[in-house]
């Protein structure tokens, strides 16, 4: 499915999934469904984005994966022209028991820092399913970017949530990813890289809950940060049962100075080296 600012631009019919796509006036609304046990060999493609200089687009979106079926979807975002805009997703996700969902969504931004994107998606993990989830935006400026994704993981499933960020100018980064481990033996992990330059200014909260036993969760969280940019990392975990664990670290700072001196001894500036340290973090 592809759509530039409200308007559906194409739509293929793809066997074991059905797809509703419509376009309301002030927002595209989508249903996805896929179909019991139905393994889907392609991932689903999603492009949207806004190709005039100023735009709104607002997505609203239900995905349903049915038990036992299996699937990826690539998102890409795209506002490479855009100076003043708003991109908003509004998502519910149900994967039901046994299901497996790969999601990878990356923004492609401009030069302007002029765009306001507010991703937001609740997503719940059947017993016995899988969710893995990649977001990424480190190419252009995005101006300000809003994640608020929530995740509740059943019984026996498994859960991540991998965002990359690099905020340049006088960016505002906000991530916040909460997981809750309310079945026994879930597993989930947050694991958020951010790096900041310039002016940028960057908070992540990741929460980990855990309430059964034998559920295990992580939080991992490393932000760089250049130049006079601030870097927040507020890590909450909660555990309500003996029998859970749940781990966090966080990292925020400038380049590591051994693995800076090494690329210099092999050759590279300091900047040179800083960007590959940076570059190799985001990858």
Partial sequence: MAASGHQLVSQREIPGVTIDAQETGD??????????????????????????????????TRLVIEEGASVSFVAHCLFPFVEFGEHRMDATIAIKEGAHVRYHENHYQGTHGGMVVVPKAIIAVGPGAQYFSDFSLVKGRVGQ????????????????????????GSDIIHIKEKMILAGEYARGLITTRVALE????????GIMEAHAKGARGHVDCREIIKDRAIGRAIPIVEVTHPE??????????????????????????PEQATELIVSGMLQ
């Fill in 244 to 269: 859970a664990k749940v781990t966090h670290e966080a990292a925020i700072g400038t380049v590591d100075k051994k693995e800076l001196e090494t690329l210099m001894a092999h050759g590279l500036d």
């Fill in 27 to 60: 927002r595209i609304t989508n249903t996805i469904i896929i179909e019991k046990g139905k393994h889907i060999d392609l991932p689903i493609h999603l492009c949207l984005g806004i190709t005039e200089k100023t735009g709104i687009q607002r997505i609203q």
């Fill in 145 to 168: 970017l809003n994640i608020d994704y929530v995740v509740e993981v059943a019984t026996s499933a498994v859960a991540e949530l991998t965002s990359k960020v690099f905020g340049r």
């Fill in 198 to 205: 310039h002016d940028a200014q960057g908070d992540m909260t």
